[in-house]
């Protein structure tokens, strides 16, 4: 038994209690921190030593705080708060910045913004980047939950949860290989084509065999919604998690897929894809960063959302030249 239990809280161990009570998972929280499940359940003693009672319900689905937990939280986290500001405080009189920020990418803008966002921190050495690739409904949970700091995510209507600053758009297009677009666009024309169309309406792509990703997908809810309403039964013939393999798919097999056009970039300058813009007005898609409502920003976060909409820009202005 400690002689002053003050001693048994630490801000190691706050944040291990905060991140538990978000994840509502001592595994999922061993994830997130890269801790032992056993040294996390140690530190959650000390603390339930120290608060003088139990902080959490533990049940088959995981764990929830209890009344003496949910009470302190807000204090926790305000204590945790003032901790950061007087760490980044301190940074300021020493003239240095640092600390890791988390930044969740969906797959057609991680390539490159990773790549620009290296570039752009070299003026702050300090900083480390630790980038998440996902889908966008995975960012949006991940971004709620605390898990990363920023993502860079598609929108197509309404907004979530989080804080969105658009960066930029882009018209989602059919994608595929040249012959294998021309035979499906020929087939739901009655006539053979000799050259791809500038663009096409969703209701001429019955014909072709489709990867799309994994659901739950705001494309596929567009697709589905937009098949019933044209009476358009698309064919798809394998969902994949991962634009990696849908990309490997569209190599090597006969198939089609719906994404923005700078998904396939390299594909296309290498002529091995063609990217075919879809005509109807809800297939836009709004690239935007999304911050938390709910994490508090420390100084690095706010460098690195500052710097990520100029690697947008310098992205954007590499798709406005023409694909030869």
């Keep these: 038994m400690h002689s002053d239990t003050t001693d048994l809280f630490s801000l190691k161990s706050l944040r291990t209690l905060i991140c538990v009570s978000d994840m509502q998972s001592l595994t999922r929280a061993s994830i997130q921190l890269g801790l032992a499940q056993s040294a996390i359940s140690r530190q959650l003693h000390e603390l339930e030593e120290g608060f003088g009672g139990p902080l959490f319900h533990r049940h088959g689905r995981g764990v929830s705080p209890t009344e003496l937990l949910v009470a302190m939280l807000p204090r926790i986290r305000a204590l945790l708060t003032q901790a950061e500001e007087l760490r980044e405080a301190s940074q300021v009189v020493a003239g240095t910045l640092g600390g890791t920020v988390t930044v969740g990418l969906v797959p057609g803008v991680a390539g490159p913004l990773t790549s620009a966002l290296f570039t752009l921190l070299n003026e702050y050495p300090g900083i480390r980047l630790r980038i998440h690739e996902g889908y966008t409904g995975e960012l949006e949970s991940a971004l709620a939950e605390g898990r990363i700091d920023l993502a860079v995510l598609n929108r197509y209507r309404a907004w979530g949860n989080n804080n969105y600053r658009r960066l930029f758009d882009a018209q989602l297009c059919v994608v595929g290989a040249r012959p294998v677009l021309l035979q499906g666009l ?77 998904a396939i970039r390299d594909e296309q300058v290498e002529g091995r894809l063609r990217a075919i813009p879809i005509v109807e007005k809800e297939y836009r898609q709004h690239v935007v960063l999304a911050t938390s409502s709910h994490l508090p920003f420390t100084q690095a976060v706010r460098t690195v959302a500052k710097l990520i909409p100029v690697a947008a820009e310098q992205f954007f202005q590499d798709l406005a030249t023409p694909v030869v």
Excluded: W, Y
């Design 186 to 262: 020929s087939a739901s024309k009655g006539r053979p084509l000799s050259a791809l169309p500038e663009h096409v309406s969703i209701s001429q792509l019955g014909h072709l065999a489709f990867v799309l990703p994994t659901p739950p997908n705001a494309i596929r809810v567009l697709l589905d919604e937009s098949a019933s309403t044209h009476g358009l039964r698309l064919k798809p013939i394998m969902e994949c998690g991962t634009s990696a393999a849908v990309k490997r798919m569209l190599l090597d097999h006969p198939c089609a897929s719906i994404l923005p056009s700078h």
